[in-house]
């Protein structure tokens, strides 16, 4: 277990090539990442609380993103959980903030949206 680095953006997506995009954009932009290729994986990897916030694929094995943000949620853990998908419904999208999401983007994004939604979300001053 890889201890979860203070003020990290938690990349979860099953999909090698969407998360490794995402990491390169996030690290380009100066942030530190640390990625999961699922939610299992995120929750049995150590201590969240530090982090600055989580980006999940909503499409999952196992636990789906919405599912992840309701067991981070019932833990008593509260890092702002992005959520996205290429799986789009006004239902989903419903759903998602109904849970909490901090923000709900649908696949492709641009990589400003990205960005923009960790820099509303996350508490000033968590990321560099």
């Known amino acids: 277990m890889t201890p979860i680095p203070t003020g990290?953006?938690?990349?979860?997506?099953?999909d090698d090539s969407m998360r490794q995009a995402i990491q390169r954009l996030l690290n380009a932009a100066g942030l530190k990442t640390q990625t999961f290729a699922s939610a299992e994986a995120l929750l049995d990897g150590g201590p969240v609380a530090g982090a600055a916030c989580v980006v999940s694929d909503f499409k999952l094995p196992g636990l789906?993103?919405?599912?992840?943000?309701?067991?981070?949620?019932?833990?008593?853990?509260w890092p702002p959980v992005i959520v996205v998908t290429a799986h789009d419904t006004?239902?989903?999208?419903?759903?998602a903030m109904?849970?909490?999401?901090?923000?709900?983007l649908s696949k492709p994004f641009h990589g400003k949206?990205?960005?923009?939604?960790?820099d509303a979300a996350v508490d000033p001053g968590t990321l560099p």
Do not use: C, K, N
């Open 64 to 77: 789906s993103g919405l599912e992840l943000l309701t067991e981070l949620r019932r833990r008593g853990r």
């Open 90 to 95: 006004p239902e989903l999208r419903a759903e």
């Open 113 to 118: 949206d990205l960005l923009e939604a960790i």
């Open 98 to 104: 109904r849970r909490g999401a901090s923000a709900y």
């Open 8 to 14: 990290a953006v938690l990349v979860v997506d099953d």
